[in-house]
C-alpha cells in the first residue's frame, strides 16, 4: 500500500517512485501488472496528476514501467532487475569509498538477506 506524507521533508513525488520501486522489487507488484491510470493514482493518493505522471516517466526511462497508449501503464518483466542492478552498484561505490573488500561486501550482504527473511 503506498501512502504519502505531506508532511515529509521527501518530495511526493520521490516517495512514490521509492515505494513503487519497493512493492516491484519485493514482489507486492508482479511485473506485468498493469498500474492505475494517472489520474487514478493521483486522486487515490491525494496528489497532483502531474506528480504521477513524473513518476511514471521516470520509471520507464529506467525500464520499469511500459506504457502502452490507451491500454495502460504496465511493470516490465526486467524492471526489478534492472533497479536490483542499479542499487548493487550504488551499494558497490559506497563499499569501496568506505574500503569494504569484495570478500566482506558479499558476507554483509548474504548477512542482511539472512536477518531480513
Request: glycine share 10%; proline share 3%.
Amino acid at each position: 500500500m503506498i501512502v504519502i506524507d505531506q508532511r515529509s521533508s521527501v518530495p511526493p513525488f520521490e516517495q512514490l517512485r521509492q515505494q513503487l520501486l519497493s512493492a516491484i522489487g519485493s514482489g507486492e507488484v508482479a511485473a506485468g501488472a498493469r498500474l492505475p491510470t494517472v489520474r487514478r493514482f493521483a486522486e487515490d493518493l491525494g496528489i497532483a496528476p502531474g506528480t504521477v505522471a513524473r513518476t511514471y516517466r521516470e520509471l520507464e526511462q529506467a525500464d520499469v514501467l511500459e506504457t502502452r497508449g490507451r491500454h495502460g501503464t504496465f511493470v516490465t518483466a526486467g524492471g526489478a532487475e534492472a533497479e536490483a542492478r542499479s542499487a548493487a552498484a550504488d551499494f558497490v561505490g559506497r563499499l569501496r569509498r568506505l574500503g569494504v573488500d569484495a570478500a566482506t561486501a558479499r558476507g554483509l550482504v548474504d548477512a542482511a538477506f539472512d536477518a531480513s527473511a
